[in-house]
């Protein structure tokens, strides 16, 4: 099984690659994580932002691979322990297919990507920016694979 993250937004700051890159070379050995950036839609003054989140939303269908098991990130999906992620994360391993989540841009996700979602996953009631999720998400992917290998690492 492997992973995919595809993201709205493009060039995350230094920090946040870099700690992307070190819970996905951790996370390499349970599940391969790729990230894909998607070119976020033209936005400001006279632009149409239902267009720009439509044309995200088309690029981000464009990135899944097929057949995957698709978790869109969103607000109002459920949220989990990091127990309960573990629990997940092996439900989707004997499932047999490869996983995609989805960050979407600053208004959310396109409802085509909603609808082409299998499930919603919250972080919280927090408000995160957006490239801090990706390394929020790398980590407790790393997290709850490592439960499941009876790892060090969580320590709970």
């Given at each position: 099984?492997?992973?995919?993250?595809?993201?709205?937004g493009e060039r995350a700051p230094g920090w946040v690659a870099?700690?992307?890159?070190?819970?996905?070379?951790?996370l390499s050995h349970w599940?391969?994580?790729?990230l894909v950036?998607?070119?976020?839609?033209?936005?400001g003054k006279g632009r149409d932002t239902a267009r720009a989140i439509s044309d995200e939303g088309a690029r981000v269908l464009a990135a899944l691979p097929k057949q995957a098991q698709v978790v869109a990130l969103d607000g109002r999906g459920r949220m989990h322990?990091?127990?309960q992620l573990a629990q997940r994360l092996e439900h989707w391993r004997g499932q047999g297919r490869d996983l995609a989540f989805l960050i979407g841009?600053?208004?959310?996700?396109?409802?085509?990507?909603?609808?082409?979602?299998d499930e919603t996953w919250s972080l919280g009631p927090l408000t995160l920016p957006h490239m801090l999720v990706r390394l929020v998400l790398?980590?407790?992917?790393?997290?709850?694979?490592a439960l499941l290998a009876n790892h060090p690492y969580h320590r709970a």
């Open positions: 099984m492997k992973g995919r993250l595809v993201a709205v870099q700690g992307f890159a070190e819970y996905q070379k951790r599940l391969p994580l790729e950036e998607i070119e976020p839609g033209i936005r322990s990091s127990e841009g600053p208004e959310g996700h396109a409802p085509d990507v909603l609808a082409r979602a790398a980590e407790q992917l790393y997290r709850a694979a």
